[in-house]
Structures are given as structure tokens and as C-alpha cells.
């Protein structure tokens, strides 16, 4: 058992799957409201990725959530979490 | 108390004065309420340059709102001796003049109600998970700002 | 600025759903609105020993009050930048459960019109010669106190 | 001239008629909404003419006003003046 959970925790590590929406004014940026990431081990890290990959973003003012809760500082990631990214919001 | 009611706070286009109307009358066989306060966002056709807004398209992380609008309901309830409450938030396009946000608090006394409707109002626009994209006159369209 | 319009603050009887989303939806093309705020006071079935209100009859030395009214409209239009005001109070009988007082405050952001609208109510409820006589479920009556 | 005019005075002053409107709870005292007195000089005066005729005035908290204004202190009257007896409001 012990050498399966290892194994199952292993496999599920090097396939970790992260779902990023994308909303507002960052949506004109990404042209597309959700992305796909794998291996992405914390928002620190993600935050990285996405300034590469979307040069734009360094401009813009936006906070994460984590599974619908807004973090303010860096927090690990697990398989299948949800991170949206959120330009000020202007409802109402 | 209706707190562990979660109702259905967004609505698809603008809020109509007729379905306020009925939101107001339902409350007719409440006899113990004796204010009611209401608040009505309305779209705004502020100029931009040359262009003016002629309608506001909003989207909403919508998950994420539903959780934080129940949130504020029941916070609302404890913090406010509260008999009733309703939000109603549009999505989608809402042309100026119309309204895309409605909330309503009942209580026994006026300051209640009027405090909380207030209080929920500053607590929508600085937590909701809500975006307005402004339509602009030439059809071009910018981000709205809250101030 | 709709200061100067004296408009006509008494209705007789209850004010209806119908009558306030008639008001709401004639803002619709005052495109410079951003926020409405309401106030509804309803005619509670308060307790009083063995018996209820069943409605109020509200009489008013109407001269003084039509004056006190055109007052208040002035000072709130002076105090807050309202773009618009209105005020309707029922005179004679409104059972409980209706509506005797809509108050409706319509400014460019939120912050104003909700001060104003209190402003106003709080006005009303002190300055205003208007009373209130509670009818009683057994036919009998007492003088209602504002608190 | 002069003596006319003199002669209108006095003629007015010993005529000089005022109404008084009730509202409210007072109406339950009074049994009526308007009465009308003559030769009542101030809102002094009048209150105790009021409180002699209707000795239940004494335990009611009420204003007046002349003329729709309130007054807050003994006031002049002048011929048709209105006054008006306030018990406390409770309107809205």
C-alpha cells in the first residue's frame, strides 16, 4: 500500500493539471477567458509564467483566487484547482 | 429571518421597474415591516472624448459571486436586525438609463434598513467578482473603473 | 435641476407598487443617472394589548406642510448634488401593510443620493405637521408616537 | 387723515378676530378642527384662555404655530392671524 500511495502521489505530481480564468480587461490580453497549465507548482510560479507568456500583464493591476478565494500571498497549488485572475472589479 | 434562503441574485439584461414593483408588493403581507430601503444602479452615458456610453456589458466570475453574494447576505442578517433582503445584479448588456442593480432591505425601523442597504451596496462593489465593459457610441468599448 | 418645480407631495390613500415603478421608469431617460435611492415606509401591524393596527389614517394642517416640503426640497437640492427629487406622503386611510411614504433620491454617484434620501426621511419625520391615527382591530383608535 | 385712520385702529383692535386650527390628539379635546377668538392679544394669552376652556390641554406636549411658522416664544398677535396647535408629529 505504502509503495502504491507513493507511486499514485508521484504520478499525480508530474501530471498536476491547473485550470486559470481569465476575466474584464485581462480577457482582451489572453484572448481567451481559461487556460490549461501542468506542472505549476504555486501562484508565485504562475505568476512568472504568465507575465513571459503575456508581456501586457505587467501593466495591469489584477489579484488571484485560489478555488474562489482571493489570496494575497504566495499558496502552493494542487491538481485541478481553479485560479482566476481578477482586474478590479466594477460592478453595480 | 430568510437568511438561509440563497436566491438567485443575477439576472440576464437590465432590472425593469415593473419587476421592482412586484419585489415591493410581495412584501405587502410582511406587516411587521415598516421601512423598506432600496438602492437602483443605474447606466450612466458619461462621455468618453467624443463618444459617449450608450450601453454596459457585464460579466461576472459567477461561481465565485454566488458564494460572496450569500456572504454578505448572511452578514448582513447578523449584523442588521434585518427582516428581509434581496439583491438582483444584471449580466449581459444594459443600455444608459436602465438599471443593472437592485438591492432592497427591510426592517421594523427605518435606520436598519436604511444602514444596511448601504452597507451591502459598498460591500457589492469592492468584493463582487463583477466587470463592465463600457459600449461606446463609434462601437468601440473600454473597461469601466468604480470610483 | 428640478428645484423649482413644486410638485405635489400628497396622495390619498396608500402608495402603490405600480405608482413608485411608474416613478422609476420615468428616470429612465435622465442618462446622467447613476444611483437611486428609495425610501418605502410601510404601515406596520404593531401589537397594542390585546388588539393590532390595521391601518393608519393620517391627517395634515396641509398649508404648513406643503411650505415644510417646498423647504426641504430646497435644502436637500442645496446640500447634495441631486439631479433629481421627489416625495409622496398619504393622507387618509392605508392599511397596514401599504405604503404611506416613498422618498426618491436620484444623484450621478451613490454616496449622495443614499445621504440625501435619509436626510430627507429624517426631515420629514420631525418637521413635517402630519399625524398618525392608529385604527385598532377592535374598531377603537390611539394617536401613533414617531420614534 | 390722521384722525380716520386713528378711528380704524381702535376700531380693528377691539374687533380683532384670530383662528385657531387643531390637529391631532388635540382634536379629541377641542371635538372640533377650528376655533375662533377675539380680542386675544398674544400667543401667551392665548394659551391660557385654551387651557381654562379645555383643562385637559394640560397634560399634552403641543407647539403652535402663527401663521404656519412655529414660535418658540410669546408672540404678538395681529388680527387673522392663524395659529395653529402641533401635538408632536407622526407622519412617514
Known amino acids: 500500500m505504502h509503495i502504491l500511495a507513493n507511486y499514485l502521489t ?83 | 429571518m430568510e437568511s438561509k434562503k440563497k436566491h438567485k441574485v443575477f439576472v440576464e439584461g437590465p432590472i425593469s421597474p415593473p419587476f421592482i414593483a412586484d419585489a415591493i408588493a410581495k412584501h405587502n403581507s410582511k406587516t411587521n415591516i415598516g421601512a423598506h430601503s ?31 453574494f450569500y456572504e454578505i447576505r448572511e452578514d448582513a442578517f447578523k449584523k442588521f436586525p434585518l427582516i428581509c433582503m434581496h439583491i438582483y445584479h444584471s449580466l449581459g448588456l444594459v443600455k444608459s438609463g436602465e438599471i443593472s442593480l437592485f438591492v432592497f432591505t427591510s426592517s421594523v425601523h427605518r435606520k436598519e ?10 460591500r457589492i462593489k469592492n468584493e463582487v467578482p463583477v466587470w463592465g465593459k463600457e459600449i461606446l457610441s463609434n462601437e468601440t468599448s473600454q473597461w469601466k473603473l468604480n470610483t
Chains 1, 4 share one sequence.
Request: net charge negative.
Open chain 2, 113 to 122: 434598513a436604511i444602514a444596511a442597504c448601504e452597507w451591502i451596496v459598498e
Open chain 1, 10 to 92: 508521484e504520478f499525480k505530481n508530474s501530471n498536476m493539471e491547473i485550470s486559470v480564468l481569465v476575466f474584464g480587461q485581462i480577457t482582451d490580453i489572453t484572448g481567451k477567458g481559461s487556460l490549461k497549465f501542468t506542472d505549476i507548482k504555486s501562484t508565485g510560479e504562475l505568476y512568472q509564467l504568465l507575465l513571459k507568456t503575456y508581456p501586457q500583464l505587467e501593466s495591469i493591476k489584477y489579484l488571484m483566487a485560489v478555488n474562489k478565494k482571493i489570496i494575497h500571498e504566495n499558496t502552493m497549488l494542487m491538481d485541478e484547482d481553479t485560479i482566476a485572475l481578477l482586474p478590479p472589479f466594477s460592478g453595480g
Open chain 2, 38 to 68: 432600496l438602492f437602483l444602479g443605474q447606466v450612466r452615458n458619461d462621455r468618453v472624448g467624443e463618444q459617449e456610453v450608450v450601453a454596459i456589458e457585464y460579466t461576472s466570475y459567477q461561481e465565485m459571486a454566488d458564494d460572496k
